[in-house]
């Protein structure tokens, strides 16, 4: 028979079940235990001291029991009788001594100590009534009698009587305290913040910690540059940023940066999540804000770190619920970020993975004027964060961190350092002393099946066809006139939706453009789906974005330029400008142009998209190797470097 799960006691007593009567018993090394004893008073394996009723009830009985044993004056064997007896007996002769106490009188037959037997005597008591009369009577008798001071030791009756009561009052109260604390909210520590004050360096953790996002590392250095010689920056009149927030998916290095940025300024540290500040009572997370700013004024200079900043920096328009609490918290928090400048030497770091809720008050200029994003990494980010990672792993001869860089698109940071643990623990479980090229293989597979249901990975053939897309956007990019650099290619995914990027930066600020750049931003934006055709003959839905873009400037050319053929110098649509930044509907706004005109325009758009298509189907056709040479490189290491680009192009001309 299998060996039953059995059910234990705390005490160690194993439940037994007998077959017969179908009743349960507990045994412990098959001696019968007693019922369950009582959870010890204090419990020495967790050095916990336990409250409760029993130990108040036993703390008063030990005050009843040293009451009865000081107070009261030892006596021999007594005798209570009543006081007419009591007076009775001293008018007969029977007592002799009579002792005044203050609760009783003892009488003794004795006249003084002396005489006393000491043991077996006999003394009688009484309660004492107020009786003026029995003073005269002892007089005329002769009885000696006197009173005494109580003489319970002044200290102990002072312990007893102050110090231990309120020393069982604190006892309680602190008991009560601890508990409601425990419930999520103490009462006591209303409004007091719980930042995490980092001291110089606390953190440990520097810029080296942290591989792959080096435009976010560049504008923190800025940062850090700035705590660092203020002056500098004063001098020459600049401004450094109130507020930078980084944007980046969950695992891409956030939190880690804004550690780095404290390690690496030696100045004060105050990190406090955002769902720190939401709390049970309204006005708490505000009067959290007030004290958080407080404190950093005091230190200053010093950085303010709000991690997950969407908890409480919602929208206040979208969300539907309204939630007075994070209202009032972020009013504050807008109300602080207004009342300091950076030449005091605060500065507010702040990180979001969802910056499309955040309220916009927040993202205004004298805020958080400058955003980061901290981007998914690249192959070449992700082979420096294995490396960062498995520093204190014993790696085997086999193992080439490039190659588990290149299995590993899409991986964040830290699921790249869950692949580097992982892989050791599948190492110690095989009782080897080392981590082989497999474990990391294995830990990989392990880690994709996790992810393929969180976020979607891309198959190696849609990265393909996300390279010569992108490709096909740079390369027209760079022999078409007029239009703007490539800075960077990319096909490592960004947020939803975009599965790749390619990024042009205008070299000057433009107002106008001339109907040459307009058709130029066409082709460019049309390169994308051209390359694919030429490739792979089919299209993908994956340049749907830049289809809409690319319908929207020549429609905008012929509506509002006035640069078609037909309507030359006409504008046909009056837009009035949108109120307030209301979004104006497309599809609400009246046509101010015949039904015949509107299909004039339809058509004409559709002729200029056809023509400049045509156009860059044959620019890329006849760029062909450049295309190839291109994608394998991009496919290769996921992004390709403005300066690499340009190396590329120079080489084939
Ligand atoms: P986020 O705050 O963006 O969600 P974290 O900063 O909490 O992510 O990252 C979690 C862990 O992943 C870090 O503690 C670190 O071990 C690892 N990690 C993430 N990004 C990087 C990176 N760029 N370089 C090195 N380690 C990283
Ligand atoms: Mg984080
Ligand atoms: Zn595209």
Redesign the pocket.
């Known amino acids: 028979m299998a060996e039953e799960e059995k059910e234990k006691r705390d005490d160690g007593c194993e439940k037994q079940e007998d077959g017969t009567s179908g009743k349960h018993f507990w045994k412990k090394d098959d001696k019968e235990c007693g019922p369950k004893s009582h959870q010890p008073l204090f419990d020495f394996n967790r050095g916990q001291f336990r409250f409760s009723i029993w130990f108040f009830i036993a703390s008063l009985m030990a005050i009843m029991l040293f009451n009865s044993l000081y107070v009261r004056d030892k006596l021999p064997t007594e005798q209570l009788i009543e006081y007419s007896e009591f007076k009775r007996k001293i008018t007969n002769d029977e007592i002799r001594q009579v002792h005044l106490a203050e609760n009783f009188y003892y009488g003794s037959p004795y006249a003084s100590k002396d005489e006393a037997p000491g043991e077996n005597q006999v003394l009688y008591k009484t309660v004492p009534v107020d009786d003026p009369s029995l003073i005269k009577l002892m007089d005329e008798k002769g009885v000696s009698y006197y009173a005494v001071r109580q003489n319970s030791p002044v200290i102990l009756g002072f312990i007893l009587n102050w110090l231990f009561p309120f020393a069982i009052l604190f006892l309680i109260w602190r008991v009560l305290f601890k508990k409601m604390g425990n419930m999520g909210s103490s009462v006591m520590q209303f409004g007091k913040n719980k930042a995490l004050i980092v001291a110089e360096g606390n953190t440990g953790i520097t810029f080296e910690?942290?591989?792959?996002?080096d435009e976010a590392k560049e504008e923190l250095l800025e940062v850090v540059d700035f705590l660092k010689l203020p002056k500098k920056y004063l001098d020459i009149g600049g401004k450094i940023p109130k507020g930078v927030l980084l944007i980046?998916?969950?695992?891409?290095?956030?939190?880690?940066?804004a550690r780095a940025v404290a390690g690496e300024g030696h100045v004060p540290f105050f990190r406090m999540s955002g769902a720190d500040f939401v709390e049970m009572f309204v006005g708490v997370g505000a009067a959290r804000v007030r004290d958080l700013f407080k404190q950093a004024r005091e230190k200053a200079p010093c950085i303010i770190f709000i991690?997950e900043l969407d908890a409480i920096g919602k929208s206040r328009i979208t969300s539907v619920s309204g939630n007075d609490e994070r209202e009032q918290t972020l009013n504050q928090l807008l109300v602080e970020m207004d009342g300091f400048d950076s030449t005091n030497g605060i500065i507010l770091l702040a990180?979001t993975?969802r910056p499309e809720v955040l309220d916009p008050a927040l993202l205004r200029p004298g805020r958080f004027d400058r955003q980061v994003l901290?981007d998914k990494?690249d192959l070449h980010?992700r082979e420096?964060?294995l490396k960062?990672?498995s520093k204190e792993v014993k790696l085997g001869e086999d193992v080439d961190l490039h190659s588990v860089a290149k299995a590993t698109p899409g991986f964040?940071?830290?699921d790249?350092?869950n692949v580097v643990n992982e892989a050791a623990l599948l190492a110690v479980r095989e009782g080897r002393k080392v981590v082989t090229q497999n474990d990391f293989f294995e830990a990989i597979e392990k880690a994709v099946a996790g992810l393929k249901k969180k976020n979607k990975l891309i198959s190696q053939k849609e990265r393909k066809i996300v390279a010569y897309h992108e490709t096909g956007h740079a390369l027209t990019a760079a022999f078409t006139g007029g239009s703007d650099p490539v800075q960077k290619i990319s096909i490592v995914p960004r947020g939803i939706g975009a599965l790749g990027y390619t990024l042009q930066t205008p070299t000057e600020d433009r107002y106008l453009m001339t109907q040459e750049e307009l058709l130029g931003k066409i082709d460019v934006l049309l390169g994308g789906r051209a390359a694919e055709k030429i490739i792979f003959d089919s299209v993908s839905t994956g340049a749907a974005n830049d289809l809409t873009r690319a319908s929207d400037i020549a429609q905008k050319m012929i509506t509002e330029y006035g640069m078609s053929e037909k309507f030359y110098n006409v504008v046909l649509s009056k837009r009035g400008t949108p109120f307030l930044g209301e979004v104006s509907q497309p599809g609400q706004l009246s046509r101010e142009y015949s039904e015949f005109t509107q299909q004039y325009v339809d058509e004409e758009v559709a002729r200029i998209i056809g023509s400049r298509y045509n156009g860059v189907l044959s620019l890329l056709t006849s760029k062909l190797n450049l295309l190839e040479t291109v994608s394998k490189k991009l496919l290769d290491q996921e992004t390709i470097e403005e300066h690499e680009f340009r190396n590329i192009l120079s080489e084939a001309l």
């Open positions: 910690d942290v591989a792959g996002a980046g998916a969950p695992g891409t290095g956030k939190t880690l940066l991690d990180a993975n901290v990494p980010g420096a964060i960062i990672h964040v940071g830290a790249l350092a």
